[in-house]
Antibody, heavy 119, light 108 residues
Framework: QVQLVQSGDEVKKPGASVNVSCKASGYTFMNHGISWVRQAPGQGLEWMGWISPYNGNTKYAQKVQGRVAMTRDTTTSTAYMELRSLRSDDTAVYYCARDRVWLGETDYWGQGTLVAVSS | EIVLTQSPGTLSLSPGERATLSCRAS???????LAWYQQKPGQAPRLLIYGASSRATGIPDRFSGTGSGAVFSLTISRLEPEDFAVYYCQQCGTSPWTFGQGTKVDIK
């Protein structure tokens, strides 16, 4: 069965970086894009970006452009999201999610990783 | 970017009632790229509808989606206890993908 398993919760200080991993299993990793979506406490969903596991191409939301890097390791079927220069308003649950079809809606989601930014 | 506005913000209904949720886009969205998700507290979102009207795998037929252009809707024909949750629309046709702010369906 399709599974996306994310790394554990993190507590970071302002200005630090965080790297969240998303290990995929149960399907051919390179055949489905991966989106990253975050959700601040009590708020809605915010799309951060997308990566092609096939060739590493990325799309980023303007809000995080310049601070975010999405990468993948095809040998371990794992996607990564690094966010730098963390601020308090980056505190959120971060989700990875698999495209149902290429560059489309997402049909499987990771369990979420809480990133808390606090001094 | 395309802004999606969902209404109402909260819908208070009883089990067995019909729920109709609206999603309006700031510009036309290809129906191919309009999706609806359900999210319960502490859980990841779950895909309900894609392509504006196609149910995702395992989604009961009491959920239906319609719409085109800039106006879309999600209908739950008869609310079951497990349907009380927050619902989001999303467009993934134009980067950046965007979500609506959500509609909470709660028990009256």
């Amino acid at each position: 069965q399709v599974q996306l398993v994310q790394s554990g919760d993190e507590v970071k200080k302002p200005g630090a970086s965080v790297n969240v991993s998303c290990k995929a299993s149960g399907y051919t990793f390179m055949n489905h894009g991966i989106s990253w979506v975050r959700q601040a406490p009590g708020q809605g969903l915010e799309w951060m970006g997308w990566i092609s596991p096939y060739n590493g191409n990325t799309k980023y939301a303007q809000k995080v452009q310049g601070r975010v890097a999405m990468t993948r390791d095809t040998t371990t079927s794992t996607a990564y999201m690094e966010l730098r220069s963390l601020r308090s308003d980056d505190t959120a649950v971060y989700y990875c999610a698999r495209d149902r079809v290429w560059l489309g809606e997402t049909d499987y989601w990771g369990q979420g990783t809480l990133v808390a930014v606090s001094s | 970017e395309i802004v999606l506005t969902q209404s109402p913000g909260t819908l208070s209904l009883s089990p067995g009632e019909r729920a109709t949720l609206s999603c309006r886009a700031s510009q036309s969205v290809s129906s191919t790229y309009l999706a609806w998700y359900q999210q319960k507290p502490g859980q990841a979102p779950r895909l309900l509808i894609y392509g504006a009207s196609s149910r995702a795998t395992g989604i009961p037929d009491r959920f239906s989606g319609t719409g085109s252009g800039a106006v879309f809707s999600l209908t739950i024909s008869r609310l079951e206890p497990e349907d009380f949750a927050v619902y989001y629309c999303q467009q993934c046709g134009t980067s950046p993908w965007t979500f609506g702010q959500g509609t909470k369906v709660d028990i009256k």
